[in-house]
DNA sequence: GTCGTTTGCACAAACGATTGTGCAGTTTGT
DNA sequence: ACAAACTGCACAATCGTTTGTGCAAACGAC
């Protein structure tokens, strides 16, 4: 029932006002300065358009401008901690700027992440941030003939900014921890290394880490201290049983390459007596709080994913978009289950 | 290299293929065989705007048109369970009937909402998905005011459709089952409810479910039975020491209400002797799979975010937004401690 | 051979903004 | 008092589509 039926547009106000559209335009993107109409004209404009309740059309700005105001990112899914907390840095710096944050999943597909992109492209996004991508090689060929701006996060692509986690940095602290929290006679010890895949981006990083630190700290390692299972929880568990069974008892030292397979794990765990866990020490590459609530401690590397996306839009801020590789350190979280070494009280 | 430098528009087929750039237009939006295109002609212009990596210009199309194939959600925040696994649905039902989807959360800020919903609407989206609102009056004045249809999820809104978790059905259903569950001897039983606040639109109903259940099914219930102290973790694990320290013990029955209540509950229960849990059933709305690693079982209520988007997207297809109460029940998810029962392995 | 139909397309006007340019009137400089 | 400079704005083109309308040529019926 407020007016007409449609939004009002620059005519409206021009007609409403007397002055032209083009006055009115420059008044309400604020380029009236420049064009040197009278303060008070402009103000007059401004009130007219407020009490009519005006706002661009910034599908038409966008279409003059060939800007659209939006900012698109792609990633594998929403449901998942690392890439919510993404997205929910994404927007704030999105906002920071101005600019409308365009988010889309693409399921890990690389059909779905190659129209996604087209589209946001269609819709003339100043930016695509690409996190995790399957196939970084054609979203980059896509991007650069639209001659669109694109930084990939958390997995490289070529020949343009990559912001990643620092893999190595983060699998040595964290493998570097498991060491020295590990019982007095490291003489003997076989640290482990379980789940992931052997020649994924992250997962040969890692295992490469874990494999200089444990041969300059204990000064040998072998082939099958790398348990490269997969990411299946089940496919961990049954590993780690087997493993279990094979030295009698749970090794030394345990780094566990990502949350599944840290979850397949404990599916075995809980089939162990308590004690069991006395010599040894747990790591997990990725966090999830519920590490506070198990009965033993476990070091949980947290990858920093607000320190990805701001490095990710300082490097857009910068307008260079030439291939360079960004690292970001991932922090290490100390052990704070809630169980707090009150153990015994539940026997 | 490829190219000019810009993408080519219909106006660079028409030249190319030497017909009109409204025949290209028809031709390439599909509406070709009403105007009574030649079929040989549109396969030839197709051909060359595959050959030239022609797309549309959605601003341009959406201008035109006006409407822009984007369709809008605000929520609260990304990095929760809840709220990502929503995204996840709503693209997926976006995508489903080729739409763009754009979701942004505004953390719970009744300004950062307006201001939201204001830019989506400037960018002509054809819906805009409002869950959880906290001024959900001022945002159904906007839309309506600038004639977009909206519809509330999660929370209820006035004048528009809204689709919302069955608070009622869900707590009577966890009530009644926590009771079930309670040893025989239900006389004097005093259940207790924990968390919320109490005239929080989900957490009133869920008290008044509990409240009637616990009456049929008892015969009975004082008001210090529920103890809506909020959602802070620190004030319930306070609440509920002190509660076990008046009775001397766990109550018979916990309807804990929320995921974050239940954090704090849990730092008190992991300083109670394992015995502590035998006569007590525990359920919480809301549901976490970390549940699955806890000490005993716990009764979980899982919110239908599938059902709840794929509903309003039902209501969005029918085209009409007249006020409505969807309601979706929500999911009791039995409990799944992978401890199985074996806790006395662990003493 | 004439007169309606149909076919196949081109023309041009939108959509709502932005922006280069032009042009009266007023002010300033001398 | 006259040119130069400045002020304050309006005009019109433009961005890339879509879509109502017009108009020749080909076709059909008689």
Chains 1, 2 share one sequence.
């Not at 407020?2 to 309400?28: H, M, N, W």
């Not at 690389?110 to 589209?119: A, F, K, L, S």
């Not at 700290?217 to 961990?236: K, N, S, V």
């Not at 010599?279 to 990725?286: E, H, N, P």
Request: glycine share 8%; with cysteine; net charge negative.
């Amino acid at each position: 029932m407020p007016r007409k039926k449609q939004k009002p547009t620059i005519y409206d106000i021009a007609e409403v006002s007397g002055a032209s559209p083009s006055t009115v335009s420059s008044v309400l993107n604020g380029s009236w300065k420049n064009r040197r109409i009278r303060a008070d004209t402009a103000q007059r404009i401004r009130e007219i358009a407020a009490s009519q309740g005006y706002s661009a059309n910034l599908q038409a700005r966008g279409l003059r401008k060939a800007k659209s105001g939006l900012v698109g990112m792609i990633l594998p899914v929403h449901d998942n901690r690392f890439f919510s907390s993404i997205s929910q840095s994404f927007e704030a710096n999105a906002r920071e700027r101005d600019l409308c944050p365009v988010i889309a999943s693409t399921l890990r597909d690389p059909q779905e992440e190659i129209r996604t992109v087209e589209t946001l492209i269609s819709y003339a996004v100043e930016a695509v941030f690409i996190v995790g991508a399957t196939d970084p090689e054609a979203l980059h060929r896509i991007c650069s003939a639209a001659n669109v701006a694109h930084i990939f996060v958390d997995l490289p692509g070529p020949d343009a900014p990559s912001v990643v986690s620092d893999n190595i940095h983060g699998a040595r602290l964290l493998t570097q921890t498991i060491l020295d929290e590990m019982p007095a006679d490291k003489g003997q010890a076989r640290p482990y290394f379980i789940g992931g895949v052997a020649d994924d981006y992250a997962t040969s990083r890692r295992i490469e880490a874990f494999r200089s630190v444990v041969m300059e700290t204990l000064g040998g390692m072998e082939d099958d201290q790398i348990i490269a299972c997969g990411y299946a929880p089940g496919r961990a568990a049954r590993e780690i049983a087997a493993l279990c069974d094979r030295m009698g008892r749970l090794p030394e030292g345990l780094f566990v390459n990502s949350l599944t397979a840290f979850e397949g794990v404990l599916g075995h765990f809980v089939t162990l007596p308590h004690e069991a866990f006395d010599g040894s020490v747990i790591g997990c590459y990725d966090y999830d709080p519920f590490g506070a609530f198990l009965r033993f401690p476990v070091h949980m590397m947290r990858q920093n994913s607000d320190a990805l996306i701001s490095a990710a839009f300082a490097q857009f801020d910068t307008g260079d978009f030439s291939p360079r590789l960004i690292m970001i350190k991932p922090d290490l979280i100390a052990p704070r289950t809630i169980y707090r070494g009150r153990f015994v009280e539940f026997g």
